[in-house]
């Protein structure tokens, strides 16, 4: 799949969970760990992502300053669809797009360079299970 497509693909997947009755907390008092990597390739770390207090937070992304941010559900069945910005003052804007099933995550991130918001400059996978 062209990088096109993908980011039509996760930008028609966002406005989708926005438009469906979207929950903040849902999720709250969940954490998956799991390997990341860069998307169409395989892991090359390890990340724990949480969810507290309506906020998502990547603990693979702290040390480069970004922290919590709140983040959103939408239900389909056993299902539970998610999004979220995280921010960081240095290197810009991480959005997460992810799903919840059982004890998996499956998700998605777009990190977009401080300044330079029209394009991405990378997109990674996350799948993690339940801690």
């Known amino acids: 799949m062209s990088k096109k497509s993908l980011l039509l693909?996760?930008?028609?997947?966002?406005?989708?969970?926005?438009s469906v009755s979207a929950y903040a907390g849902a999720l709250d008092g969940k954490a998956f760990v799991g390997p990341s990597g860069m998307m169409g390739k395989d892991a090359s770390e390890t990340d724990e992502v949480r969810f507290e207090n309506g906020q998502f937070i990547s603990l693979g992304c702290k040390e480069w300053g970004f922290g919590y941010g709140p983040y959103l559900t939408s239900a389909e069945g056993d299902k539970t669809h998610f999004v979220a910005d995280t921010y960081?003052?240095?290197?810009?804007?991480?959005?997460?797009?992810?799903?919840?099933?059982?004890?998996?995550?499956?998700?998605?991130?777009?990190?977009?360079?401080?300044?330079?918001?029209?394009?991405?400059?990378?997109?990674?996978?996350?799948?993690?299970?339940?801690?």
């Open 9 to 18: 693909c996760l930008v028609t997947t966002i406005f989708t969970i926005i």
């Open 88 to 131: 960081s003052d240095k290197e810009g804007r991480i959005t997460w797009i992810g799903t919840i099933s059982g004890n998996n995550a499956d998700v998605t991130y777009l990190w977009y360079k401080k300044g330079a918001y029209a394009k991405p400059e990378q997109i990674k996978w996350f799948q993690g299970t339940s801690k």
